[in-house]
């Protein structure tokens, strides 16, 4: 009875995804009584995830020609950078775009305008959650009629047009006066000749441009040159980042501050907890024990 919940309690103690896995070994190889419950009746809670994104899904079937693992970054710098306006150059058949405009969806904010002079768009309008606008023409010269269309400046901007040098340089220059101070530029086809001479033309000449490096860095044949493929981040704005205008927003949502207590460097709840109390947590535990109620306000 005893060993019985023992195996019980391991069993549900192994994380669901290998649970399963075990289950079907075991069933596969009549290796006798099963544990009494099939593992999809035995889903794991998962505090630390919040909701799976809806639209992950759509890096799939995108019509791009990015590799699997630039699809999952462009998809997951758009939710983690959380943009509002964001602008492509070289819209194509619209397979990045739509990876953009559902990450857009899945952040419940931001729109994206499109360029291109061919646009070749078989993808239904509903993909784009009514978050894309498409401006038909050439880059630089349109990069003012796509702010237009999104209402305002760029806060990141994806360039895959025409990889050359010498547009790349013209994207480049007719993008950033259109894009806020702290914006990302990401260049697909990195690893072309002139896209790379172009950006670092572009550190060498503006110092409040900040290379962020190959992201995606597996280079693409294309003919008999391994020219094409990866992306390069660029990021606008001081060298170093200032946090502050990062959290204010999510400290506001708790109805909370920003603490700006320098003793905070050495907090940590779990240290805290299990190792040594920080400064913080020590003056907290005095106050806490003179006053149980104060020193709990003020833990929070
Ligand atoms: C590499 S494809 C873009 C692929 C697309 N970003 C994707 O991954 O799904 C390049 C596109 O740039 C477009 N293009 C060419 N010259 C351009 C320009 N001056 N401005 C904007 N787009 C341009 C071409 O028509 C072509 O569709």
Not at 15 to 41: D, Q
Not at 209 to 229: A, M, Q
Not at 276 to 292: H, I, K, L
Request: net charge negative; hydrophobic share 40%.
């Amino acid at each position: 009875m005893y060993l019985m919940a023992l195996t019980e309690t391991v069993w549900h103690a192994i994380p669901s995804a290998i649970r399963e896995r075990a289950w079907k070994f075991l069933a596969a190889h009549n290796v006798g009584p099963m544990p009494a419950v099939p593992p999809s009746a035995t889903p794991s809670p998962t505090p630390y995830l919040t909701p799976w994104p809806e639209h992950l899904d759509s890096i799939v079937d995108a019509p791009t020609e990015m590799s699997s693992e630039e699809r999952l970054f462009l998809y997951a710098i758009i939710r983690g950078i959380r943009p509002q306006r964001v602008l492509e150059i070289g819209t194509s058949q619209g397979g990045s775009t739509v990876i953009i405009a559902n990450a857009l969806q899945d952040n419940q904010m931001g729109e994206v305008a499109g360029i291109d002079p061919l646009p070749r768009i078989a993808i239904p309008e509903e993909s784009f959650h009514g978050r894309f606008h498409l401006v038909t023409g050439t880059s630089p010269e349109v990069i003012e009629q796509a702010r237009d269309s999104v209402a305002g400046l760029f806060d990141f901007v994806l360039l895959d047009g025409i990889h050359i040098y010498r547009q790349t340089a013209r994207d480049i220059s007719g993008a950033l006066p259109y894009t806020c101070p702290n914006a990302y530029l990401l260049f697909h086809d990195a690893f072309h000749f002139g896209v790379s001479r172009a950006i670092d033309d572009l550190l060498a000449h503006d110092p409040s441009i900040h290379d962020c490096g190959y992201v995606c860095s597996t280079p693409r044949p294309v003919g008999d040159l391994l020219t094409h493929g990866g992306f390069r981040l660029l990021r606008k704005g001081s060298a170093a980042v200032d946090i502050e205008p990062l959290v204010a927003s999510t400290w506001a949502d708790l109805g909370k501050e920003p603490p700006h207590e320098l003793d905070l460097v050495n907090h940590d709840i779990w240290y805290c907890d299990a190792i040594e109390p920080c400064d913080r947590c020590a003056r907290t535990q005095v106050t806490n024990a003179a006053s149980p109620t104060t020193g709990e306000e003020a833990r929070r």
